[in-house]
């Protein structure tokens, strides 16, 4: 019998959608493929300069142990942006000029296009390349195969949306009353603070009838905590496990992520797997998936305008159950696991 051809994952650990892609990676392709996995580094805590040590001495202690890995026959470097993509330039160097193995680039990151507009001539150089040396650069929507093709050549890159087990969620499609969900780290990026002033705004607003459930921890807890506490349909559930998050996303009508930068998240596509409508912001590979007859968008940071989104779907849970059921079709038809461990695979067997 052939061997399984050895594919080595590289990527960091406990940071958020790129952990949790590199797990569901592992277990969709372990049974085609010999998968080891590289995250002897993970996302260090602290603040200033604490943090800045933390995080070169996580990123040398990786780099040290990388060369002692048993050779594999192709490398799969997960990154994000700035200081993600600096350490992932050594894997990806390395494993072209010295292991001379295919290399295949997966580009995550809220911010990775304005990192690529950067003004600076080393980093551009940089970017130029580890561009040059891989084989294959997966993005996640068309919006960076446009931004990403300027450096790597069209040939190069790869389409491949984020993606989640559609079995792993069992949709209700709640509307009496209407369940409004926001799982995610509770920080300002994420919108946490527009959609606590949205709750307030619906609160004193007559006729609406609805409960609001949010999972997460980060700075923004506090005032979670409290505005659940002014509100009787208001939960604030902390930190939450997997399969608690599953659950709730499942009993929910409305996954609310009002965001200011984005990738494609994975939370998103949770919340459309457990049939939910979305509201969301127009960022990133987003306009991409959420259309008029999947959810609403509205401006990042504009409290008032997500309200009206939310208060829209409260008024309107025909409309909204009709958008989570939406959702939950296009996961099964595009977004599951399954579709994307056969294009990893495929673009594997060509780039070896």
Request: charged content about 25%.
């Given at each position: 019998m052939?061997?399984?051809?050895?594919l080595l994952i590289v990527g960091p650990k406990g940071t958020g959608g790129i952990d949790r892609y590199i797990t569901e990676q592992r277990r969709y392709l372990e049974d085609r493929m010999d998968v080891r996995v590289y995250t002897r580094y993970t996302a260090p805590k602290g603040e200033g300069l604490e943090l800045a040590a933390r995080m070169l001495l996580s990123s040398l202690i990786a780099v040290v142990l990388f060369p002692f890995q048993r050779r594999?026959?192709?490398?799969h470097v997960h990154s994000s942006h700035t200081y993600s993509f600096?350490?992932?330039?050594?894997?990806?160097?390395?494993s072209k000029y010295v292991w001379r193995v295919p290399v295949v680039l997966h580009i995550h990151g809220s911010s990775f296009d304005d990192f690529l507009a950067t003004d600076s001539r080393v980093v551009r150089r940089?970017?130029?390349?580890v561009f040059d040396a891989v084989d294959d650069v997966?993005?996640?929507?068309?919006?960076?195969?446009?931004?990403v093709s300027r450096l790597a050549g069209e040939e190069k890159v790869h389409v491949m949306?984020?993606?989640?087990?559609?079995?792993?969620?069992?949709?209700?499609y709640p509307t009496d009353p209407v369940h409004l969900v926001f799982v995610s780290n509770l920080i300002e990026r994420k919108g946490i603070r527009e959609f606590l002033d949205a709750i307030e705004i619906l609160e004193s607003t007559p006729g609406l009838d609805f409960e609001v459930s949010i999972g997460g921890r980060g700075p923004h807890a506090d005032r979670a905590e409290a505005v659940a506490a002014a509100h009787d349909n208001v939960s604030y559930l902390g930190f939450l496990s997997e399969e608690d998050k599953r659950n709730l996303i499942s009993r929910g009508t409305v996954f609310v992520l009002p965001t200011y930068a984005e990738g494609l998240p994975i939370a998103m596509l949770e919340g459309m797997a457990g049939g939910n409508a979305i509201v969301t912001t127009p960022v990133g590979s987003i306009p991409e998936v959420i259309t008029d007859d999947r959810g609403i968008l509205v401006?990042?940071?504009?409290?008032?305008?997500l309200a009206r989104a939310l208060a829209r779907l409260v008024s309107n849970p025909e409309e909204?159950?009709?958008m989570g059921q939406t959702n939950r079709v296009a996961i099964e038809e595009r977004y599951s696991w399954q579709s994307n461990a056969d294009e990893l695979v495929a673009m594997y067997a060509e780039a070896a």
């Open positions: 052939k061997p399984k051809q050895t594999p026959d192709i490398v600096y350490r992932a330039a050594f894997f990806t160097l390395f940089l970017q130029s390349l997966v993005v996640l929507s068309e919006y960076w195969r446009g931004l949306a984020n993606a989640v087990e559609p079995a792993e969620y069992d949709p209700t401006a990042p940071g504009d409290a008032e305008e909204a159950v009709r």
